[in-house]
């Protein structure tokens, strides 16, 4: 009698540990779709990476803070945003925050909307949609658009 006890109490702790696993690994991919964290950015005209942006929550938005640059030798090491209109008029583009007011998609959680997105080079500020693509949780798509007109690039999440 005692043996068969036994036999089924490892029988049950098997499929404990393996739930334990499996809701462990779950945990573990949903945390990857948040778009936390630092994320280089890539232009999309030259395929350089351009800066590391710090996206943060804040009461249940998204703001992204440029944290570094990457500048070529010929260009301005401490660009400002001298074309900017709004608060960020002639701020350093490092330490500014681009990303402002993102809301995950009540339709998608792997979807970011309703926010904006400021070129510090240009001084413009576009409407701004991020998603993560199914299967790719370190490549965030960022769209910056004014009505029909947009551009899409490519960040890489930064891996420790």
């Excluded at 945003?81 to 009540?106: F, H, T, W, Y």
């Excluded at 998603?131 to 949780?137: A, I, K, N, S, V």
Aim: aromatic fraction near 10%; proline fraction near 3%.
């Amino acid at each position: 009698m005692c043996k068969k006890h036994v036999i089924r109490f490892m029988i049950q702790f098997k499929h404990v540990t393996l739930l334990g696993c499996f809701f462990l690994t779950s945990l573990m991919s949903f945390a990857q779709t948040s778009i936390e964290g630092r994320w280089k950015t890539i232009d999309d005209e030259t395929g350089r990476i351009k800066s590391v942006v710090d996206i943060v929550e804040r009461d249940g938005q998204f703001f992204g803070t440029v944290v570094e640059l990457f500048r070529l030798p010929d260009e301005d090491q401490t660009p400002h945003c001298d074309k900017c209109d709004d608060d960020r008029k002639d701020q350093p583009a490092l330490g500014m925050e681009i990303v402002r007011n993102m809301v995950v998609s009540e339709d998608n959680t792997q979807e970011w909307k309703d926010g904006t997105i400021c070129d510090p080079k240009k001084g413009s500020i576009y409407d701004c949609e991020m998603w993560l693509e199914d299967g790719e949780p370190d490549v965030l798509k960022v769209r910056g658009y004014i009505w029909f007109v947009f551009r899409t690039q490519d960040w890489l999440r930064e891996v420790d």
